[in-house]
């Protein structure tokens, strides 16, 4: 293929990906093959969106060495590996996306695959061993997988999926198909378990929570608001995008700039935000799967590493009383913690989740919600195992001081 007209299609490649959701700001990677001898692939650390191709990286297949000043993806091993194992494969995608992210927690393979999905991914999908994202562990894995089935995707332990193709439209038929198959593997347990057909998570998610939630009295119910720090003040805003109040941030009055009246959730985002200095919005997330673990109201720990790159390490529950707002907004930041903590589940009500600004802040409400999802399936099948805390914290200490910065 001509090297300029792959560059566009990996282009074109990320920002679809983007737009469908299966991978995010700087996460995953995209590769297409050019000839027997090499390959382009998107650039470490670099936003889709604004990628052109002028920023894709030419590699050589064999020695991994590559052209020009900038740095190709961390895990252009493991695409070199794809191309050299399979032959017949001239486009690789190496997804985060929700349901293959959730199966990965798990690390069982998917078999018996029928029907269509069978036509377009394999009668299987193995899941490789864990490996530390960008080292030769996780590549390792990846070609153990491939090499013991003819699978087109390979579901990576912890991390999410890799996808290959004949060309970019076949590796998207096939990441497209892994989240339908993954999604099925799960509505299929959840039907052992109960004689109940679903085809939603809700129905995973109501299952779960009867059986694992506490018998305390439930928390008040909160209405969820966002907000952003803008000097010495904040903006709440609906979940519809209407800003409701504007605060200041004075932890010791009430003062209403702009609103109706005084809200009592505001004084839980200011405490939040008079603690952290490096917090500039927060979200309160409402999604399903978070509410879910908020009824539970275990501490979390990372099923999934981008969970601990980007949310923490753990991610404590605390109850926030709108009828005590002063003490319990106190409670509430400390036990979100320093900075190496962006989410604090809240009783019953969800989370909130954190960052520098509304961007990071929904970043981390993607992977928290993402590893909701995780540990209530794994809750459901009884399978699922935290990632080690040496490799959290080690993970969540790169990200904030080198990969949070590459956006």
């Not at 293929?1 to 469908?20: C, N, P, R, S, Y």
């Not at 029928?114 to 960008?134: F, R």
């Not at 929904?362 to 935290?386: H, Y």
């Amino acid at each position: 293929m001509d090297i300029l007209q792959a560059k566009q299609i990996v282009v074109d490649a990320g920002k679809k990906l983007v737009e469908t959701g299966l991978i995010a700001r700087t996460w995953g990677n995209v590769s297409c093959r050019i000839s027997d001898t090499q390959f382009v692939i998107t650039p470490s650390g670099r936003d889709y969106i604004s990628l052109t191709p002028d920023d894709i990286v030419t590699v050589n297949l064999n020695d991994l060495t590559y052209q020009g000043d900038i740095k190709p993806s961390s895990e252009k091993g493991l695409h070199a590996q794809c191309y050299l194992l399979r032959p017949e494969t001239n486009f690789v995608i190496h997804t985060h996306q929700a349901n293959a992210s959730i199966v990965s927690a798990m690390g069982c393979d998917i078999n018996n695959i029928k029907g269509e999905s069978k036509e377009i991914v394999g009668d299987n999908i193995p899941v490789s061993s864990y490996g530390l994202p960008g080292t030769g562990k996780l590549r390792d894995g990846v070609v153990a997988a491939l090499k013991r089935s003819d699978s087109k995707a390979v579901i990576m332990k912890s991390h999410g999926a890799v996808c290959l193709g004949t060309d970019y439209d076949d590796a998207f038929k096939v990441a497209n198909e892994v989240e339908k198959i993954c999604a099925n593997y799960i509505y299929e347990k959840y039907a052992s378990l109960t004689d109940k057909v679903t085809n939603t998570f809700s129905d995973v998610y109501d299952y779960v929570v009867e059986l694992k939630k506490r018998a305390d009295a439930p928390a008040a119910k909160l209405n969820a608001y966002d907000s952003v720090r803008i000097d010495d003040a904040i903006i709440l805003s609906d979940k519809e995008g209407n800003i409701v109040s504007t605060v200041g941030l004075c932890p010791c009055c009430d003062e209403l700039i702009t609103g109706d009246k005084y809200l009592s959730e505001a004084d839980m985002h200011k405490a939040i935000y008079n603690k952290r200095e490096d917090i500039g919005a927060i979200i309160h997330s409402d999604k399903e799967a978070i509410v879910a673990a908020s009824k539970i109201g275990k501490t979390l720990k990372p099923l999934l590493d981008d969970f601990a790159q980007i949310v923490g390490v753990t991610v404590r529950c605390a109850e926030f009383n709108p009828n005590d707002t002063i003490k319990s907004s106190k409670k509430v930041a400390k036990k979100l913690g320093g900075k190496s903590r962006n989410a604090l589940l809240l009783k019953d009500n969800g989370a909130v989740c954190c960052g520098p600004n509304k961007d990071e802040a929904q970043a981390t409400e993607m992977v928290m919600n993402k590893n909701c999802k995780a540990i209530l399936a794994g809750d459901l099948f009884g399978k699922s195992k935290p990632l080690g805390k040496v490799d959290c914290v080690l993970m969540n200490v790169i990200y904030r001081l080198k990969y949070s910065k590459q956006k």
